[in-house]
């Protein structure tokens, strides 16, 4: 099997995810959805030399270990990928996704550009970018990154597992360490970063207790941090965090979080209409009734009135961004309705931009006759 003529066919053909199993055809994720590429099944013994051929000496042994390993794989010209390497029924799967880092790929996210310029000229506090697997919070992230490069003369680390966007230094510094690699975890390499002169850090994903406490006392010492989570929302997001703290400490943890937030971005790729995909965002930003509703535990619920609330300050709440996009006619309402945090509240959304639509036709053919 030669495996670069093969991705490169795949790319080619759309994928943002390739699926490689023993015996079987590749499969591709094209706009969301699983498409098998031919007929020819993949040998058994063609995907165990992937081991051989992707891994360095560590992951082979990780590997060997675990029977399971991510990495990062390049082909020039190509395209970067995520690797993650498996075994199933006793033979080697592979799944990897694709990571185009072109500047025109990082605008694929489409952050809205008030957001991503106070980002990007922010000296110190907290962003974080959250949704499920395969949302593209890893292109939000880097496309921030990006912008600070280009625009800033600042030191950037970041920490990944693995490195995904490869950034050439532009008006920053940049540092990139990838976790098992250049260092043992999230955590430690936060406590590195801080002496290392660091202005902007970046932490691929916060998953301990460690790692979120290294990153709050970060935003709170003078360093813009960027992490990301496995969250539905932005308001989840905020209890997420504070879950990873000891009770006895997630009183302080609360007030030093809510002092520090900049902004929660969550997001999800959904099927644009006519191919392609395209992100709904809900968009929470840390002004200062934000930071007193996380502040205060019994009223926590109205952070999601405070979203609704803050359409001036960028705010938005998810199904809000889905109407959106269904009135732009970016997505259709089925693919809406099934991403909807409320169904109802999007049902209604959806007849209220029909009905104006069909307002609108009337008064242009009345304009016509």
């Known amino acids: 099997m030669k495996f670069d003529a093969l991705l490169s066919s795949l790319v080619e053909h759309g994928a943002s995810d390739i699926h490689l199993h023993s015996d079987f055809p590749p499969v591709v994720r094209v706009s969301g959805g699983l498409e098998p590429v031919g007929v020819t099944r993949l040998p058994a013994a063609a995907m165990e030399s992937l081991v051989e051929q992707l891994c360095d000496d ?22 970067r990928f995520r690797v993650n390497l498996f075994r199933q029924q006793g033979k080697v799967s592979a799944v990897l996704r694709v990571i185009n880092s072109g500047d025109e790929q990082l605008k694929v996210v489409d952050l809205p550009e008030s957001i991503l310029a106070d980002f990007r000229d922010r000296e110190q506090g907290l962003i974080l970018v959250t949704g499920p697997t395969g949302s593209g919070k890893s292109t939000t992230l880097a496309r921030v990154i990006d912008e600070i490069n280009r625009t800033h003369s600042k030191m950037i680390i970041t920490v990944e597992d693995p490195v995904e966007f490869i ?7 940049i540092v990139q360490r990838e976790v098992g690699r250049d260092v043992s975890s999230f955590a430690s390499a936060l406590v590195g970063a801080m002496r290392q002169d660091p202005n902007v850090i970046m932490i691929g994903e916060i998953r301990d207790y460690e790692t979120a406490n290294a990153m709050i006392s970060a935003a709170q010492t003078g360093h813009l941090v960027l992490s990301t989570l496995h969250t539905m929302d932005t308001v989840r997001t905020v209890n997420r965090v504070l879950e990873l703290f ?23 790729l959904l ?43 960028g705010m ?29 509240a999007f049902r209604m959304a959806t007849r209220q931009i029909d009905l104006q639509r069909q307002q609108t036709q009337q008064t242009e053919a009345d304009s016509r006759s």
């Open 58 to 79: 560590r992951q082979r042994s990780q590997f060997e270990q675990d029977n399971q390993v991510d990495l990062a794989y390049s082909l020039p010209g190509v395209a």
């Open 167 to 173: 950034h050439r230094p532009k008006r920053s510094l």
């Open 246 to 268: 000891p009770q006895d400490e997630r009183e302080v943890a609360r007030q030093l979080f809510a002092d520090s937030l900049v902004g929660i971005v969550s997001q999800r």
């Open 271 to 313: 099927p644009r209409r006519g191919g392609g995909m395209v992100a709904a965002m809900e968009i929470m930003r840390g002004t200062l009734r934000i930071k007193d509703l996380i502040k205060d535990t019994e009223r926590g619920g109205e952070l999601y009135d405070a979203i609704k609330d803050g359409s001036l300050d």
């Open 316 to 344: 938005r709440l998810f199904d809000d961004h889905l109407a959106q996009l269904y009135a732009d006619g970016l997505i259709d309402a089925e693919v809406g309705l099934s991403a909807a945090t409320s169904q109802q």
